[in-house]
């Protein structure tokens, strides 16, 4: 049971180039959520998904796009990247929220950086 | 606006001490509270709070939380090097447009001394 993972953990862009972040979970969980942590600012989401096939914006989501065609997968999208995209990027996961209430699990971060 | 504010910002203390991490929050749709502790990496989960007055305790570690006042402590007794981390505190709202999400406040930063 490896939990969350995020893919790369590592990445250097140029200003407007293209990526996309990997995030896997193998728990079944239903709710899948990208967050970003800057210095200072602690962890912002920028989007969320509340089953396959849904997406819903966060709180800055703004030059990010998602898509959650499996269950397991959550992809986050950069079409051009920019320098204040610069930051570490979480995913999270969790059962749900419906009835009980369950914490959210997080994969170890991915690092990215723009120049 | 919904916010979580966490004191102090950081904190230095000795090994053996205890120390007292506070999270006062505003959010609409509250739905539980939760406390992570973050290292190197990921964050880690801690506790999650969601009835005023209940004490939940880990080992050396106990948070309770106040709905009424709308806050939580999070308490480390006879803390050890191992527990130089970011503590960080979540809201979790459900309703209005929200499901799950967490609001977190910036993190309180210990470092243990020996």
């Known amino acids: 049971n490896a939990g969350v993972t995020q893919t790369p953990k590592f990445r250097v862009l140029k200003t407007g180039q293209s990526m996309t972040l990997l995030c896997a979970q193998d728990m079944n969980h239903e709710y899948m959520y990208w967050y970003r942590q800057d210095p200072g600012m602690g962890l912002r989401l920028i989007h969320y998904s509340v089953g396959e096939g849904t997406t ?17 997968n959550f992809l986050l999208g950069l079409e051009s990247a920019a320098p204040s995209q610069t930051s570490v990027y979480f995913c999270a996961s969790t059962r749900g929220t419906s009835g009980n209430r369950y914490e959210q699990y997080f994969g170890p971060g991915t690092r990215l950086t723009v120049t | 606006e919904d916010k979580v504010v966490q004191s102090p910002l950081s904190l230095v203390v000795h ?14 749709n509250f739905r ?25 305790k880990s080992g050396r570690l106990s948070s309770i939380l106040d709905k009424k006042e709308l806050f939580s402590i999070l308490n ?24 799950g999400n967490l609001i977190f406040g910036k993190g309180t930063k210990l470092s243990v001394k020996p």
Request: with cysteine.
């Open chain 2, 76 to 99: 480390i007794t006879a803390t050890q090097t191992g527990d130089s981390a970011v503590y960080l505190c979540a809201v979790e709202q459900v309703g209005g447009g929200s499901q």
């Open chain 2, 32 to 56: 539980s509270l939760l406390w992570y502790k973050q290292e190197k990496k990921a964050p880690t989960f801690l506790f999650m709070l969601t009835s005023s007055g209940i004490e939940k």
């Open chain 1, 56 to 72: 819903a914006k966060g709180e800055v989501p703004d030059g990010y796009n998602v898509s959650r065609l499996k269950k397991q």
């Open chain 2, 15 to 28: 090994e053996g001490d205890t120390v007292t991490l506070n999270c006062s929050y505003e959010v609409t």
